[in-house]
């Protein structure tokens, strides 16, 4: 049976045990950091009290809902709320780990930044929030953040790549002129200037560096487009009197995402990077925010406290080594020059 160009790349790609494996247990821990508040929460999941369901995780129950004196959100930590919800008759379902990113513990016996426990399984950072709550909800925004800035980036490199390909000449001429003095100005003094001007923020980050990040694959778009537009299948187009825009998105662009789709995993490795290194120089997410820079920075800050970047240091590698060999595997799936048998 004839196998498509789809499904050749495919089989050659599970050939490559070890991108193939990469990108299975990429899925899974990425799956695993989706389910983060249901894995690494303060909050029971469920609740039986008195013969009533309650379901905190989705709903804040005041503490005298459960025999408490204040009408304050309840702390369900606090041992008088656990002493209550363990009575007889009463249940209370606990996520595996019973901290968020921001719960403070407050009943550690050891001083902050604590070492691993029983209560705390990877230790308290200097504020006595559990490390690995923040690296769970940390990993999940990372990679959140990488693919959100990948998309924009692709999206627009793309979308520059193709018209500068496509059409070549003057217009071809003046968007190298243009690209090149915006990819001149300094990126890092503009995100200094910016965080400076206005508070940070993800969102901030996102349109900061996705100004920047698309100039690469461009270039890769634009020779991917000089290529084809002069093959055979784009002149017979023409002839039928299909217009531009149909023959940028129906037959040059198909033939040309080679580029793209190995530059995916590289890309989402780089925005990662980027991400850690602005937190770590303070200029990224605000410090409530879980973030593995602001480990990182925190692990620096108190080196005795080696849980703190051991642990963290250790998720970053994993995670950049799992992007790097999912795109070498990329790369030799789409490598049609490769003799497969296929």
């Known amino acids: ?73 309840a702390d369900y930590l606090d041992p008088f709320i656990r002493e209550r919800l363990a009575e007889p008759g009463n249940f209370a379902l606990y996520p595996l780990n019973h901290y968020s990113y921001n719960t403070l513990n407050y009943f550690t016996p050891s001083p902050n930044p604590a070492p691993p426990s029983a209560e705390n399984w990877l230790g308290t950072d200097d504020r006595g929030r559990d490390v690995l709550a923040r690296l769970l909800y940390g990993f999940r925004l990372s990679i959140l953040f990488g693919l ?17 390909g496509f059409f070549g000449g003057r217009f071809d001429l003046v968007a ?24 940070p923020s993800l969102w901030l980050l996102i349109v900061l560096l996705s100004a920047f990040g698309w100039m690469g694959l461009s270039d890769y778009v634009r020779a991917e487009f000089y290529r084809n537009r002069t093959l055979e299948y784009v002149r ?15 037959h040059i662009l198909p033939n040309s995402l080679t ?8 890309r989402m490795s780089a925005a990662i990077l980027a991400l850690t290194s ?22 620096k800050a108190n080196l005795d406290a080696w849980w703190i970047s051991l642990s963290t240091f250790a998720v970053l590698v994993i995670t950049l080594l799992l ?11 789409l490598d049609t020059r490769k003799a497969d048998g296929l």
């Open 278 to 299: 602005l937190d770590f120089l303070g200029l990224g997410v605000p410090p409530s925010v879980p973030s593995l820079g602001e480990l990182l920075s925190q692990g």
């Open 1 to 73: 049976m004839r196998l498509s160009p789809g499904a050749r790349a495919w089989l050659r790609f599970r050939r490559h045990r070890l991108g193939y494996w990469s990108l299975i247990a990429f899925i899974v821990l990425f799956g695993i950091s989706l389910l983060a508040n249901l894995i690494s929460n303060d909050t029971p999941l469920v609740v039986r009290y008195e013969g009533q369901w309650y379901f905190p995780l989705v709903h804040d129950y005041p503490e005298t809902v459960f025999g408490g004196d204040f009408p304050t959100p």
């Open 176 to 199: 190298q002129r243009l690209i090149e003095i915006w990819s001149s100005m300094p990126e890092l003094y503009l995100l200094i200037i910016f965080a400076s001007i206005f508070d």
């Open 323 to 333: 992007l790097t060999f999912m795109g070498e595997a990329l790369r030799d799936a």
């Open 259 to 266: 580029p793209v789709i190995t530059f995916l995993p590289f």
């Open 148 to 164: 959100a800035l990948t998309a924009i980036g692709i999206a627009i490199g793309v979308f520059t790549g193709a018209l500068m």
């Open 236 to 250: 017979a187009a023409r002839a039928l009197g299909l217009g531009n825009v149909q023959i940028m998105w129906r």
